[in-house]
């Protein structure tokens, strides 16, 4: 068959070889793109990155910029027969809700330049059953990474809520825990590294579709839950209460506040995580819970904090926004009270500019506006929080 060009003809034969040998070309070029694209920071570096976007949480910043730093010193080591060979860290990171577990594990990927993606727990089962199975993680990776396996072997996988999938009772059940230890036991090859076949567009949609093998040995696994409910755990072995005082007097003063920072894999196991898939995840740190200090920081201090979106929408309209103190204030005292963290402040703020935002648009002679605290207690007042609080 020939194919017909502006002045020559070409057979099907030569446009297939063609074809093969543009993809080779285009692979190799992406692969070299993708290493000099990569230069690995120290860690004192990726922690001054996070600083930039994440407020407090020192103690996982400093894990995390360790973890990270060790895990692509790893992947540049040159292993010959007589060397030490390092082994993969992955992370764990339990903290409350809104307290930026996500956000850290973006930041991170974002200062890297490595294909990164978020996969939600809840949503897996174990193989054969209604729901994802845990392939599906790294078919998100896939698509991050453009189809490019080399540049996704090096990726990040972010895997959220992962205290969902919690054993449901330290009995043995006669019935099948799809949704808990199932996905469990599926998980342990993937963390610890092996060869997967991988379903480039979704495993029972398309299931003639052809598999595509990713090394898992190379991706660095961040798993992330608030584990709800795990200070009674904690406050347990630790011989306290999560409300009240210490037994002995002979004990250290523990900050019932933040137990957290007490947490060790035996308080995972009791929670409900098996021991296999807590030994694939040695590296373990918590996030604090955020006080009054913290979520105002929150508000004005990083690179895309939330007073500077408004400003910045507000900017397009050719309008300067300002906010009052007190109004900073207010808006920090009702996320305290809501106890919502870092997200709290954001649905507090949209109830507050909704109408400033609906408005403004239509007014031309508008130049400068500024949020006083009378008429954000106005607005927030009329807004649906009032009316949650007062369900």
Same mark, same amino acid.
């Given at each position: ?55 407090? =949480?020192?103690?996982?910043?400093? @894990?995390? !910029? ?5 895990? #692509?010193?790893?992947?540049?080591? *040159? +292993? ?62 896939? =698509?991050?990474?453009?189809?490019? @396996?080399? !540049? ?5 996988? #972010?895997?959220?809520?992962?205290? *969902? +999938? ?226």
């Amino acid at each position: 068959m020939l194919i017909e060009g502006l002045d020559a003809y070409i057979c099907d034969k030569c446009v297939n070889q063609a074809n093969v040998l543009l993809a080779q070309e285009l692979g190799n070029k992406k692969g070299k793109a993708f290493d000099e694209s990569f230069k690995l920071l120290k860690p004192a570096e990726i922690k001054e990155h996070l600083d930039q976007y994440v407020i407090g =949480q020192y103690d996982a910043k400093k @894990v995390l !910029s360790v973890a990270v730093y060790n895990h #692509y010193k790893r992947l540049s080591q *040159k +292993v010959d027969k007589d060397e030490v060979e390092i082994e993969k860290s992955n992370i764990m990171l339990v903290g409350e809700t809104g307290t930026g577990k996500t956000l850290l594990a973006k930041t991170i990927a974002k200062i890297l330049h490595v294909p990164f993606c978020i996969v939600d727990a809840t949503v897996l089962t174990e193989a054969g059953y209604v729901g994802e199975d845990v392939e599906s993680i790294l078919t998100r990776l896939l =698509q991050a990474a453009d189809y490019d @396996v080399a !540049s996704a072997e090096r990726g990040i996988v #972010y895997i959220d809520e992962v205290d *969902k +999938v919690a054993r449901k009772s330290d009995n043995p059940s006669i019935t099948r825990d799809v949704s808990g230890e199932g996905v469990q036991q599926a998980l342990l090859k993937i963390l610890e590294g092996t060869i997967v076949n991988v379903p480039p567009q979704g495993g029972r949609k398309h299931p003639d579709q052809k598999m595509i093998a990713v090394t898992t040995n190379n991706i660095l696994f961040i798993c992330g839950g608030a584990f709800d409910g795990i200070e009674r755990k904690i406050a347990n072995r630790l011989r306290t209460t999560a409300v009240g005082y210490k037994v002995k007097k002979d004990d250290v003063d523990l900050d019932l506040k933040n137990l957290y920072k007490y947490i060790t894999p035996q308080d995972l196991k009791s929670f409900g995580l098996i021991p296999e898939l807590i030994g694939r995840v040695p590296v373990l740190t918590h996030l604090d819970p955020l006080d009054r200090e913290a979520l105002r920081n929150i508000l004005i201090a990083p690179k895309n904090s939330l007073v500077k979106q408004y400003m910045k929408l507000f900017n397009y309209e050719n309008v300067t926004l300002k906010f009052d103190e007190d109004v900073l204030d207010f808006i920090v005292d009702k996320a305290m009270e809501y106890k919502l963290g870092a997200r709290g402040l954001r649905s507090i703020c949209e109830s507050i500019m909704l109408d400033a935002m609906y408005e403004t648009p239509s007014v031309n002679d508008v130049k400068e506006l500024e949020i006083t605290l009378e008429y954000a207690r106005e607005k927030f007042e009329k807004s649906d929080f009032k009316k949650l609080k007062a369900a």
